[in-house]
């Protein structure tokens, strides 16, 4: 039943009242954004480390607040309370496994500051020399930033396009395109430190709106939520299974082993992003990483309470009919709820649809910059500083400018060629192979003594294979109704995602190389939670190359 009502084309949901202003008000934003940005760069010295990790001197709350910033994304954003107003139970456990991933950073993100690395590289060659293990840190960063960027660009395109009345393919592909070359020009000349300010702007500037718009629908059913989820599940394409798993489109004859595999994959790949190493990183101490993560906790739990109601609200307010005939993934009922919850024509409509707004592209801009500076800063420190040895600093950052463009560039090209596929299997890839290619990897470095070189190539390329392999044989790309080829058929591994496989793989590999290697591990790296690096008797060139 719910495909049946998905991708209709509904043009000017908002209505022609606020189009004018709130895209007036939105255009001032984003001028006043890039002006800011331009202001907090000019004149800063822009040696590597600063740029990389602020020279290791983020204060703790400051961090803290945009580690946060780093799970609110235009993805998370739009996508998650579209995925409960569709969808209901199987999309509320979507949302919960945003703030589970937080708790696995939390975990390691002592011993990751503690090592002095801030780039996948970095940990690799904590257990192995020589370019190969930089070389497969490199690859997996970019396996896991382009999809990434993909989607957040067309995130992006759907809710510019509703702004403008119209949410037809060649307009979405249009604002894709504005809206990402805007973001590009950020990116190219952000750092570490300035995208941490805008993350801080972000949190509570999108906290405050999703309250109001919490607030306003609650008002709507008298202040009562139990009436509210009462209306949802009516409002629902399926009110007998919306409140019980089972609904998700993406769902296969293995039920329950599909479900444990997909939230592993987003729990474990989220955890460790390249992007969130970079930022632990810039922490000044382990201690100071771990308080930050904990703060982020915090500041998205109420962040994902809010996605869950507003989720909710959208489908008792707007219906999940309406709301999959504007945009077949439910990516505009945030949009469309806040249109409805106040009276047509009222400013108060235009404030709350403008902010909205604002925030999406606070969302766009500062994940965008946070992923592709993260996947730069690889390419300029893992493999162009190590194939280049009298590279200078300059040399470095040029080097990080150009690999920044270029990415956003990728990313919009993608964008704008899959407009007309279905291609959300490619977050899925993404988070993936983080889960399955850097989460086997870190635990072992940092929990297992006889990891060495063969044991970590064995685990990084071995699930990245997998998780190709498994991926290109599964639902999400043949077979389905919401596969990137829906007509053709050539699915013979039955989950959507591949984790449930390839991450217990990628241990045993990793295992089974350090067994059979004769190799001695360099270091011991399996206390770096109680002792830093530096205070392990490292030699000086060991750290030197680390950093």
Known sequence: MVPEILGADVLNPLGPDVRQPVIIAFLVFIGCSLLWLVTLITGQEDGPDRLYVANRSLPTVLNGFALAGEQITAVTLLALPGAIALFGYDGFAAAVDTLLALGVTLLLAQKIRNSGCYTLGDLFGLRASGPAPRIAAALVTLAITLPILLLQFRAAGIGASLLIGASTENIQVTCTIMIGGLVTCFAAVAELRGTTFMHVIKVPLTLV????????????????????????????????AYLSPGLWPYETDFGLLNDVGAHLVVILGMAVAPHLVLRLGASPSGR?????????????????????????????????????????NGQSSLILLASEVLDSGSSARVVLITAISCVTFLAVLTAVSSVTFAAAVSLAHDVFARQKPGRTDMDEVRVLRLAV????????????????YQVEFLITFATSVAASCVFPALVLTFFWKRFNRRGLLWSVYGGLLLCILLMLSSPGVSGHAYALWPEANFAWYPLQTPGLLAIPAAFLLGWAGGVTSPEVPRHDFTDLEHTPLTERGASPRLMSRRR
Request: charged content about 15%; hydrophobic content about 55%.
């Open 288 to 328: 100071s990483a771990r308080r930050s993560t904990s703060i982020a906790i915090a500041l998205v739990s109420v962040f994902v309470a809010l996605l869950v109601t507003t989720g909710f609200a959208a489908t008792a307010v707007v219906g999940a009919r309406d709301i999959g005939a504007v945009d077949g």
């Open 209 to 240: 709106t999703l309250i109001a718009v919490t607030l306003l629908a609650l008002k709507t059913f008298e202040w009562d939520p139990e009436r509210l989820l009462s209306e949802a599940v009516n409002g629902s394409v399926a009110p007998d």
């Open 405 to 420: 463009v270029a990415l956003c560039v990728a990313g919009l090209v993608l964008a704008a060629a899959t407009y007309r």
